[in-house]
């Protein structure tokens, strides 16, 4: 990273540093989001913005700036970064106070962080080829999961333990048996019959992006869908898996807690929902 934006200044990565009471630091009191770019573009940029309202307004923080105004900070970091392809990440915090659990004073001023960073986008397409294995964990987060906060020790620690098992992602299962989301992105399966099923966007998972503008591309492809929740052993017996993030866009999984997804294979619909997806996404 070259470079990053923090609260007004731009600074060179090695010297951009927030305060060591900021409520982000101090209590994971904030919200983030991370917007693909894709050709000097990035993509859907105001579905992220308008989730990042809602983020801030359910924490009750404001917003440190105008929605264009932060645009112009997040297409200069791009710019410092010189970033073409890879994503961008904002984070905002409820600022820098003397630490206590209650709220700050209301004229505290809310800590705002931009970076850039490359992704290699040639890599990402192999991975797409091959497919990733995935493993199932349970779901031990808050409730408010639909809250894109900071928050993610959960995620961090169900990452890691999909990457001691040799996979790239984990599934979340939750108290009923069925599958949430994954630690870093949603969940999604084709059922034998060709019904391409995932869990409705409710609190018990994230709103993800990715996965609004999928919900257009299987519309327009005439495919047949089901909001549903799923559980692992359903996943193990269908026709295919697959993984929706904003840095990954469509991910065929092949394998879920060592079982092999179908032939073991990418499937068709993943592959053709992969390749249609920025037909539909928004570019700015």
């Not at 801030?56 to 440190?64: D, G, Q, S, Y």
């Not at 047949?224 to 026709?239: M, N």
């Amino acid at each position: 990273m070259r470079s990053a934006y923090v609260n007004g200044r731009y600074l060179p990565g090695a010297r951009a540093t927030v305060h060591i009471e900021d409520r982000g630091y101090q209590f994971s009191d904030g919200v983030y989001e991370v917007c693909e770019v894709r050709d000097s573009h990035i993509i859907d940029g105001q579905r992220h913005m308008a989730r990042l309202r809602r983020s801030l307004a359910e924490l009750r923080i404001p917003m440190p700036m105008s929605d264009r105004a932060l645009g112009i900070v997040m297409r200069e970091c791009l710019l410092r970064n010189r970033v073409r392809d890879g994503i961008i990440y904002l984070q905002i915090t409820r600022g820098v106070a003397r630490r206590d659990h209650a709220f700050p004073a209301p004229d505290t001023k809310p800590s705002l962080v931009v970076t850039a960073r490359s992704l290699d986008r040639a890599a990402n397409e192999r991975i797409a080829v091959e497919g990733v294995a995935v493993v199932t964990v349970p779901d031990n987060r808050w409730e408010r999961v639909d809250i894109k906060s900071i928050s993610l020790l959960p995620n961090v620690l169900a990452k890691q333990a999909a990457r001691e098992q040799g996979a790239k992602e984990a599934w979340f299962v939750d108290s009923s048996g069925h599958v949430t989301e994954g630690s870093s992105s949603n969940a999604w399966i084709v059922t034998i019959d060709g019904k391409v099923v995932t869990r409705p966007a409710d609190r018990g998972i994230l709103r993800g992006i990715t996965r609004a503008v999928l919900l257009e591309v299987i519309k327009a492809q005439g495919l047949s869908l089901e909001e549903r929740a799923f559980t692992p052993q359903e996943a193990y017996k269908s026709r295919e898996a697959f993984l929706t993030s904003a840095s990954q866009v469509v991910v065929p999984v092949v394998r879920i807690d060592g079982r092999a997804v179908g032939n073991g294979a990418p499937g068709l619909v993943a592959t053709a929902l992969r390749a249609k997806f920025h037909e539909h996404a928004g570019r700015s």
